[in-house]
């Protein structure tokens, strides 16, 4: 049943959940965050399960064996399996929020720099601001990919 409900709410694009949400909560910012946060918990649910699904389950069973609790079980077994994955789609899912974060600030008047880029673009003409939004915008794409990249190879050492 919650597959069923998550495969829904996935299947739906972002930007109208946020357009949902600004009904119930109004045009700006809460509903942006409502819409983008309900899009990305569905997104993350699947992603996690099919990382957990995919473990080797021998480890699991050893653990059952010597008589381990649900905690260690989780702590021995399935974090360490899955931590690299589980690091990988948070940072996919992160810097699908980040763009559509851009998106969702022109679109739905939540401000932020989608809305100074809709704003210079539409009303101001001023195209030199809208290359120093898009270089920001690069830059901070960069400093996320280089944040996974670290923490990938600090997990995978381990």
Not at 20 to 43: K, L, P, R, W
Not at 105 to 133: H, K, L
């Amino acid at each position: 049943m919650i597959k069923i409900i998550v495969s829904f709410i996935r299947a739906i694009p972002t930007i109208l959940w946020v357009l949902v949400f600004s009904v119930v909560a109004n045009i700006g910012v809460e509903s942006a965050i409502i819409g983008m946060s309900f899009h990305s918990i569905a997104y993350l649910i699947k992603a996690y399960s099919e990382s957990i699904e995919e473990i080797d389950t021998g480890t699991i069973d050893a653990l059952k064996a010597t008589g381990a609790s649900w905690w260690q079980i989780i702590f021995q077994a399935v974090l360490p399996s899955t931590i690299t994955s589980i690091l990988s789609w948070t940072f996919v899912r992160f810097e699908i929020n980040f763009t559509n974060a851009v998106a969702v600030g022109a679109a739905s008047g939540a401000g932020g720099i989608g809305y100074d880029m809709f704003m210079s673009g539409t009303m101001y003409f001023d195209i030199r601001e809208i290359g120093v939004f898009v270089y920001l915008i690069f830059i901070v794409a960069l400093i996320l990919e280089f944040i996974s990249y670290f923490l990938k190879n600090k997990y995978l050492k381990n």
